[in-house]
């Protein structure tokens, strides 16, 4: 059964330092990988994909996220976090076959500090 | 960039009440979705819709619920009789293609009474 889990519900972080914000899977094939953002009073939007080719894939606002199979894992990091970073993040996958009905975790929610 | 839009942003209903979601997705996209998110719960995908018709549904989308395109633009999300438990926090959601990536509305929130 497909299945998603983020293991941390809250997480804050002071304003420079870096994050990772973890995400475990689980796929009876290879995924399509998502990390999404939902600001407060906003949508879900996306910050990066994996689809397939590097590991390591770049997204918006300074994102990044490395799969690693072995691992099961999609982690999304960022270097150095802004205040506007501070939002509710959600990890999901999706098949490859063609649909587009995403998995999505419970969503972590970043707070930034000064 | 383009947006789906959602209305209204919150509805109240009493138990048992129709309600219709409404939702304009960015137009010259094919494919639309609905999701929900129950409070404190995980984003789950109801349906998805291309061509006029559901092309994949979740065991959530049950015969209370039906969606419709009614003209070029809006994409409905109807529910027949509202149960407590359909208390959530509704997305409508579209995409060009299959595959590609998903455009969320801002949600609606629904409160049952």
């Known amino acids: 059964a497909q299945s998603v889990t983020q293991p941390d519900i809250h997480i804050t972080v002071s304003e420079g330092a870096s994050l990772e914000l973890r995400c475990n899977y689980s796929?009876?094939?290879?995924?399509?990988l998502f990390w999404y953002v939902q600001s407060p009073g906003q949508g879900l939007q996306l910050l990066l994909k994996y689809f397939s080719g590097d590991t390591l894939v770049q997204g918006i606002k300074g994102f990044e996220a490395e799969f690693k199979r072995s691992q099961s894992s999609f982690n999304l990091r960022k270097p150095s976090v802004h205040w506007s970073d501070a939002a509710e993040y959600f990890c999901?996958?999706?098949?490859?076959?063609?649909?587009?009905?995403?998995?999505f975790g419970t969503g972590t929610r970043l707070t930034v500090i000064p | 960039e383009p947006e789906v839009t959602q209305t209204p942003s919150h509805q109240v209903t009493q138990m048992g009440q129709e309600v219709i979601l409404r939702c304009v997705p960015i137009?010259?996209?094919?494919?639309f979705y609905w999701y929900r998110q129950i409070l404190g719960q995980k984003v789950e995908f109801l349906v998805s819709?291309?061509?006029?018709?559901?092309?994949?549904k979740s065991e959530i989308f049950d015969d209370q619920f039906s969606v419709e395109r009614p003209d070029g633009s809006n994409f409905t999300l109807k529910i027949r009789s509202t149960k407590l438990e359909d208390s959530a926090m509704y997305f409508c959601a579209s995409s060009p293609q299959v595959n590609e990536k998903l455009f969320f509305g801002s949600g609606t929130q629904l409160s049952v009474l």
């Open positions: 137009s010259n996209h094919l494919y």
């Open positions: 796929y009876g094939a290879t995924p399509y």
């Open positions: 819709f291309y061509n006029n018709e559901i092309s994949e």
């Open positions: 999901a996958v999706g098949p490859q076959t063609g649909a587009n009905n995403l998995f």
